[in-house]
């Protein structure tokens, strides 16, 4: 898979899911100017690419630092997230997801950056299915990141060609985002962080519930999405998790399919509104949840 002769272009983090169509095979040169991070990305068109999830994602991780961490980049799509982690100075970064493309390209773009393939362990895997019982992963990762998928299942079987048929994660979109709240600190140090994303169409009031049950004592906003604030990290007192950003992110057309489904859940399980009008245009929450492993 040599990167020779192929289309370059320039990454531009304000479009939305555009980069899912680009030919297999572009180099999207991505110049991350206001957090000093430049990398190449290799495209395929059954791999997610990076969207403006991806890029706030990578803000943080820049911002964390990863001085000598062992990172889990969880559903790692392209290895975005594994690239900039060991930019940022991560010891061992260790890449997941279930398709096995996703893989393939992680590696592959690991290596088109110029990385060491001994810092990177890439594993395909359903959720943490395949690390399960696995003394070296088990209880010793610093700092869990993540961009789960978040489509809700159509009827009937999943044929899963495009990187959008990746996304589908189930019912209310939660496989992966649920998987990540009650088994990610199985694999945390003690001490270790997990920082990921979720969004107001998987249902905010089901995801509250689900890390005070695994995570302990969090920060809720007193209305009716509990996860609609946010607060600066080191202000969260006795709390072991809190939102640490909140952004409104205009709904993608990629996204139009599934409304029905989207609403259809959000009724049935009682939560909040799971999109946002605001001049005529869509919009979903997204909260980025940082949690603590405290035993
Ligand atoms: C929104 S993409 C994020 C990709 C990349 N981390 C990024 O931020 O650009 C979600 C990823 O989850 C993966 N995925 C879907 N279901 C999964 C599962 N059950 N276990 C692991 N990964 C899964 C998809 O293949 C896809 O690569």
């Not at 068109?45 to 994602?57: E, G, H, N």
């Not at 900039?84 to 997801?97: H, L, P």
């Not at 961009?147 to 009827?155: G, L, Q, R, V, Y």
């Not at 007193?222 to 709904?251: C, F, H, M, Q």
Request: proline residues 4%.
């Amino acid at each position: 898979m040599s990167s020779i002769s192929k289309t370059s272009i320039t990454y531009d983090p304000e479009k939305y899911a555009d980069y899912q169509s680009v030919e297999s095979g572009t180099i999207l040169n991505i110049e991350l100017n206001h957090i000093n991070t430049n990398l190449l990305l290799e495209t395929h068109q059954a791999v997610w690419s990076p969207t403006p999830f991806a890029i706030k994602m990578g803000e943080f991780i820049v911002s964390d630092g990863c001085h000598q961490k062992v990172v889990m980049d969880f559903a790692s799509g392209s290895g975005f997230l594994s690239v900039i982690a060991r930019k940022s100075g991560a010891a061992k970064v260790i890449a997941t997801d279930l398709n096995p493309k996703a893989i393939m390209m992680t590696k592959h773009n690991w290596r088109l950056n110029n990385l060491h393939p001994e810092q990177l362990h890439a594993i395909e895997s359903d959720c943490f299915n395949a690390m399960k019982g696995n003394s070296e992963i088990e209880g010793q990762v610093d700092m869990i990141y993540s961009n789960p998928p978040t489509i809700p299942d159509f009827e009937g079987d999943i044929k899963r060609l495009s990187a959008g048929d990746w996304n589908i994660n189930g019912k209310g979109g939660r496989i992966v985002n649920d998987a990540l709240i009650t088994q990610g600190r199985y694999f945390l140090k003690s001490g270790g962080e997990v920082l990921f994303i979720t969004t107001s169409k998987q249902g905010s009031k089901l995801t509250c519930e689900l890390l005070e049950q695994h995570w302990g004592k969090g920060v809720k906003a007193d209305s009716d999405d509990p996860l609609d604030y946010a607060i600066d990290w080191e202000t969260r007192g006795n709390a072991n998790w809190a939102v640490i950003k909140r952004v409104d992110l205009l709904l993608s057309d990629y996204y139009l399919p599934f409304l029905p489904k989207i609403r259809q859940f959000a009724k049935e399980q009682g939560q909040p509104e799971p999109l946002i009008e605001k001049e005529g245009k869509l919009y979903q929450k997204t909260y980025f949840i940082r949690a603590k492993n405290v035993d």
